[in-house]
């Protein structure tokens, strides 16, 4: 078994990575000393696989839990869902002392890390993440939170999760348009931190589609670690763990002015880090060579790695844009890369230079 400590104090908690984790949540959370009554959340999707499992681990350990199923997809990352969440807590009683275990996908742990942070003034919450997506990436750091029709992740706040199990044994039930979405977030962390693992990638690809575990444990550890440690110097986004967000500024405008229904996470992060990269190239130096690098890598993944937009609909891409979390007196912020392994966040990028990559993307569509 992997173990990756994400550094914060009095608040550190450990990521474990290994097969066969689900099992062992019950004994895991007792040696907490939390209250008996617990819930756990997962959608349509995953509670038939894994939530008797985990219902039954916390069981035999003394709890008393409650499933709460939610709708799969994007779409349930609402308020309106969240309000249905917290009245099933209040149904079983949960008290502050209580816990909630996230047991799915990204959507899943961070719609109950956001009810978490907010029931009760505040609740612990163990992260399960059964998507290569969230092994790697959103189950670690404590941003939670849930999505406007505005825009992505514009309600939200931040709650370190007290556990972090990655059982990559529930991999193997992901459909295959899913695992190809986490490794764009893999490919990411090559790619703003770690020139070796990019290069790992290049190397070791096909096998990390065949999800050979040999290939697969060591390389959601090293993505989990590099996490921790841009969590563990910035834990709340106020300068480098902005660098986790290259690619996202065009890719959450890109999922909102879709309706969250055409691209998942990892797709639309593909373009919008290929878009990054072409701008990195025009205003970061980035090298054409490295360019392309970033270009093959996520196509040999089947990501995609262009896009054809309508005027009207880069005029929302715009306005979607302008919506991020990373604007700043009504200017847009970019990650770009220098080269592969290092970025510089907080890159201003001028509207007809993001059209200019708009019609580069768009040719190659």
């Given at each position: ?39 756990v ?85 163990v ?18 939170g ?11 706040a ?35 931190y ?49 660098i ?40 970061c ?17 089947g ?6 937009l ?56």
């Open positions: 078994m992997r173990k990756v400590l994400v550094p914060l104090g009095a608040r550190s908690y450990p990521v474990l990575v290994d097969g066969g984790l689900i099992d062992s949540v019950g004994p895991r959370c007792r040696a907490h000393g939390w209250a008996a009554r617990c819930a959340i997962a959608d349509g999707n995953v509670a038939p696989r894994f939530g008797h499992r985990v219902i039954t681990s916390l069981k035999d350990a003394g709890f008393n839990p409650t499933l709460i199923t939610l709708e799969p997809g994007e779409t349930s990352k609402r308020l309106r869902v969240v309000e249905k969440c917290y009245d099933a807590l209040a149904r079983h009683r949960l008290e502050r002392k209580s816990f909630i275990v996230a047991l799915g996908g990204g959507v899943t742990g961070d719609l109950a890390g956001f009810v978490a942070a907010t029931y009760l003034r505040g609740v612990p919450f992260q399960m993440p059964t998507t290569l997506l969230a092994q790697v990436d959103s189950s670690v750091g404590g941003k939670v849930v999505n406007l029709s505005a825009g992505k992740n514009l309600v939200g931040f709650l370190q999760p007290r556990l972090v199990l990655c059982d990559l044994a529930t991999l193997s039930t992901l459909p295959e348009r899913e695992y190809r979405s986490g490794i764009a977030e893999v490919i990411k962390y090559g790619i703003i770690d020139a070796a693992l990019f290069r790992r990638l290049e190397r070791d690809m096909e096998a990390l589609l065949k999800r050979d575990l040999a290939v697969l444990g060591p390389v959601v550890a090293r993505c989990c670690a590099i996490k921790a440690d841009v969590v563990g110097q910035d834990e709340t986004e106020s300068g480098l763990r902005a986790l967000n290259f690619g996202h500024t065009i890719g959450h405008a890109i999922e909102a002015i879709t309706a969250y229904g055409r691209y998942l996470h990892g797709e639309a992060i593909s373009v919008g880090q290929v878009a990054a990269g072409l701008l990195s190239a025009r205003q130096g980035l090298s054409t060579t490295e360019v392309e690098r970033m270009r093959a890598l996520f196509a040999r993944a990501l995609p790695v262009s896009i054809r309508t005027k009207a609909q880069r005029m929302r891409l715009h306005a979607a844009m302008r919506l991020d979390k990373k604007v700043k007196d009504g200017e847009i912020k970019f990650v770009l890369a220098r080269r592969i392994g290092e970025v510089a966040w907080g890159q201003a990028v001028k509207d007809t230079d993001i059209e200019a990559v708009l019609d580069e993307l768009a040719r190659n569509a």
